[in-house]
């Protein structure tokens, strides 16, 4: 336990919360210890990434075991990874399922970025990652007809309501496992009730028994950590590089 402080202190990583798991010192132990898909860490490797950031170092064995967490980290610190690695290591395999992870980005510029991530990291392992384009094309692929041959959903959450507020809805969440907010300092700040209404619309469709969330975010705002809070199951807050507040 003291070595963890350590670890801990070192890396400016300042956890709250109940029972938290170790953080990890390398992408290895994630092999080791929860089963990631080796070829996802030799994506990793070939991408010149060998070991991991603060706010991964503890974000990602939190998401492996399915806590719900807000992780704060500066802009920069690898957020993206931080819940991209423990996703595809949750997900095992690409399933005939439907969605199983939802990423909600506030523009379309981070959610492709973020696809585009999970696209490299995904490469020989073929998980089926979507962002959503053409609303017109979006209820064909992703509707009650489709044959669910998809695992992961990025989007902003405009478009995703858009789909959702179809009749019947032109995207099904019902086995969404993770729901994840990026940028969650973002989302909150402009629309007062806005973003919090549409986060209501998207969790209600995660009508499934296994539905857990993770918010990241640049700055800890009063905003997020407050609905954070209030919202999710036994909370871990994640804080890196300044002590809590
Ligand atoms: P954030 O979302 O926190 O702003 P990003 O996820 O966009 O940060 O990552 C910023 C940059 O750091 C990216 O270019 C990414 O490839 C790189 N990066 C992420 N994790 C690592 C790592 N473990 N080692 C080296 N570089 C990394
Ligand atoms: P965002 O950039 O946040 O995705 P858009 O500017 O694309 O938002 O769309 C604004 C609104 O227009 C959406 O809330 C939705 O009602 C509608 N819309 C237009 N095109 C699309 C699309 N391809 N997919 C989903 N919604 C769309
Ligand atoms: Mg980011």
């Known amino acids: 336990q003291e070595k963890v402080n350590r670890i801990r202190a070192q ?7 109940c029972d938290i798991p170790d953080p990890v010192c390398t992408f290895e132990e994630l092999l080791s210890e929860y089963r990631l898909n080796p070829r996802v860490l030799q994506n990793l490797r070939d ?13 990602m064995p939190l998401m492996m075991h399915g806590r719900e967490l807000l992780a704060c980290a500066p ?44 696209l490299r990291l995904s490469e020989g392992v073929w998980f ?9 094309l979006a209820a064909k692929k992703y509707g009650p007809q489709s044959n669910k041959k998809y695992d992961i959903l990025v ?28 940028e969650s300092d973002k989302l909150f700040e402009d629309g007062k009730t806005g973003f919090r209404e549409q986060l209501a619309t998207i969790f209600l469709a995660c009508s499934g028994p296994k539905v857990r969330r993770a918010f990241f975010s640049a700055t800890c705002t009063a905003d997020v950590e407050q609905w954070c809070r209030l919202n999710l199951d036994n909370l871990v807050s994640v804080n890196i590089g300044h002590r809590n507040t």
């Open 11 to 17: 890396n400016r990583i300042n956890v709250h919360g």
């Open 47 to 59: 991408a010149g990434l060998s070991s991991p950031t603060p706010i991964q170092m503890q974000a």
């Open 75 to 118: 802009t920069g610190s690898g957020k993206t990874l931080a819940f991209c690695l423990p996703l595809l290591a949750q997900l095992q395999q690409p399933a005939n399922q439907g969605f199983r992870g939802v990423i909600i980005s506030p523009t379309r510029e981070l959610a492709s970025q973020t696809y585009r991530e999970l």
């Open 128 to 136: 089926r990652v979507h962002i959503i384009d053409k609303a017109s």
């Open 155 to 182: 989007s902003t959450p405009n478009r995703l309501i858009f789909l959702l507020k179809q009749d019947p809805p032109a995207v099904d969440l019902s086995s969404v496992e993770w729901l994840i907010v990026d």
